[in-house]
T-cell receptor, first 114, second 109 residues
Framework: NAGVTQTPKFRVLKTGQSMTLLCAQD?????MYWYRQDPGMGLRLIHY???????AKGEVPDGYNVSRLKKQNFLLGLESAAPSQTSVYFC?????????????FGPGTRLTVT | AQRVTQPEKLLSVFKGAPVELKCNYS??????LFWYVQYSRQRLQLLLR??SRESIKGFTADLNKGETSFHLKKPFAQEEDSAMYYC???????????FGSGTRLSIRP
């Protein structure tokens, strides 16, 4: 049982390049989340999904797009990377069962945009 | 609006000293509160939740509804407690958890 995995672990992009971060979970969780973590700002929610085929905006969605075509995968896309998107990105998931709010996190992706 | 406030960005204490990381929340109903911990370059992991009323790694946290607080405490800090700590709030009908901005705890030898 791998839990939540993220691909890649590290990436360096040039301004204007695009990329996709992959999050996968093998716990059959309904809900999935993408956060970014920046010094002094804590965790900020980018987008989230409450089920296969559904997505919603979080606190800082601009410049990012997501897709949840399969229940176990949640993709985060950057169409045209900017230096302000240099950050550590965490994916998380949790069951959809009422009362089960604990989120399980992936190991993170460290992205640098030059 | 629901909010979680961690007033200290950094807390530095000596090994063996007591630790208290502050967390205040705003929510009018019955929230579920959590503490998450992130050790250096690792993923966030759940430390404890108020519903279970347990002590993990010597840490405890009591929900004080009157003061809307959920402070994290440990009587004697250890060097391995150095980490980033996040307080988080969940509530029924919400599909999201609200995280505080985090407190970095540094234990000095």
């Amino acid at each position: 049982n791998a839990g939540v995995t993220q691909t890649p672990k590290f990436r360096v992009l040039k301004t204007g390049q695009s990329m996709t971060l992959l999050c996968a979970q093998d716990m059959n969780h309904e809900y999935m989340y993408w956060y970014r973590q920046d010094p002094g700002m804590g965790l900020r929610l980018i987008h989230y999904s409450v089920g296969e085929g559904t997505t919603a905006k979080g606190e800082v969605p601009d410049g990012y797009n997501v897709s949840r075509l399969k229940k176990q995968n949640f993709l985060l896309g950057l169409e045209s990377a900017a230096p302000s998107q240099t950050s550590v990105y965490f994916c998380a998931s949790r069951p959809g069962t009422s009362g089960h709010y604990e989120q399980y996190f992936g190991p993170g992706t460290r992205l640098t945009v030059t | 609006a629901q909010r979680v406030t961690q007033p200290e960005k950094l807390l530095s204490v000596f090994k063996g000293a007591p630790v208290e990381l502050k967390c205040n929340y705003s929510y009018s109903g019955s929230p579920e509160l959590f503490w998450y911990v992130q050790y250096s370059r690792q993923r966030l992991q759940l430390l404890l939740r108020h519903i279970s009323r347990e002590s993990i790694k010597g840490f405890t946290a009591d929900l004080n509804k009157g003061e809307t607080s959920f402070h994290l405490k440990k009587p004697f800090a250890q060097e391995e407690d150095s980490a980033m700590y996040y307080c988080a709030l969940a509530y029924s009908s919400a599909s999201k958890i609200i995280f505080g901005s985090g407190t970095r705890l540094s234990i000095r030898p």
